[in-house]
Nanobody, 124 residues
Framework: QVQLVESGGGLVQTGGSLRLSCAASGRTFSSSGMGWFRQAPGKEREVVVSINWSGSSTTYADSVKGRFTISRDNAKNTVYLQMNSLKPEDTAVYYC?????????????????WGQGTQVTVSS
């Protein structure tokens, strides 16, 4: 069993930055691939980025490449999402998720555990 708690969301102006954190409990975190997803009102949940168990492999959505960076600290059971150069279209609820797979995956149904989400709002 893995429990995930996101933090770090908020309101920021266009071009600003935020850092999201996802704290995980459970013994399997260090062997789990992790992902950040987001869902805007009226839209489907979409992958932002995923990272493998060791942090050596990442896969980014084209819309965030060069602006967002995922990292993980297995000693702290935490995964981070650094978001720079934010745009209004980045506004969404951001979710952290854990998969039983070691590798990355862009598919929501590959993930077994989800956090409650944190709101990110980018004003124009």
């Amino acid at each position: 069993q893995v429990q995930l708690v996101e933090s770090g969301g908020g309101l920021v102006q266009t071009g600003g930055s935020l850092r999201l954190s996802c704290a995980a409990s459970g013994r399997t975190f260090s062997s789990s691939g992790m992902g950040w997803f987001r869902q805007a009102p009226g839209k489907e949940r979409e992958v932002v980025v995923s990272i493998n168990w060791s942090g050596s492999s990442t896969t980014y959505a084209d819309s965030v490449k060069g602006r967002f960076t995922i990292s993980r600290d297995n000693a702290k059971n935490t995964v981070y999402l650094q978001m720079n150069s934010l745009k209004p279209e980045d506004t969404a609820v951001y979710y952290c998720a854990a998969t039983s797979r070691y590798g990355t995956s862009p598919l929501p149904y590959d993930y077994n555990y989800w956090g409650q989400g944190t709101q990110v709002t980018v004003s124009s």
